[in-house]
């Protein structure tokens, strides 16, 4: 089954940013939506994004003011900006085909996951 992999986690001051990535091999990328979803300690996996074949974006809007997703299909790459980071956004980010039906599940397997840890 496809899988994603994501990175670009990492310790970041609040007030920080980061940027993920999120690639995989052949077309998955660049010819699926991708969504990003993330793991808040303590919580269930939640939708954050997802970002169409042809590069539009959809945010949640708790971090819409925030986020931004991207594509590059060129480099089968997806990208989450993450910016003025707070420690409430510490948790482990996923990237996975979203369901047509129900963007919150995704088809593939999911991946490890990237940390991201925001300190105060």
């Known amino acids: 089954q496809e899988q994603l992999v994501e990175s670009g986690g990492g310790l970041v001051q609040a007030g920080g940013s980061l940027r993920l990535s999120c690639t995989a091999s052949?077309?998955?990328?660049?010819?699926?939506?991708i969504a990003w979803y993330r793991q808040l300690p303590g919580k269930q996996r939640e939708f954050v994004a997802r970002?169409?074949?042809?590069?539009?974006?959809l945010i949640i809007d708790s971090v819409r003011d925030r986020f931004t997703a991207s594509r590059d299909n060129a480099r089968k790459v997806v990208f989450l900006q993450m910016s003025s980071l707070g420690p409430e956004d510490t948790g482990i980010y996923y990237c996975?085909?979203?369901?047509?039906?129900?963007w919150g599940h995704g088809l593939a397997s999911w991946g490890q996951g990237t940390q991201v840890t925001v300190s105060s």
């Open positions: 970002v169409a074949r042809d590069g539009s974006a």
């Open positions: 052949g077309t998955i990328v660049s010819g699926n939506a």
């Open positions: 996975n085909i979203p369901s047509p039906m129900n």
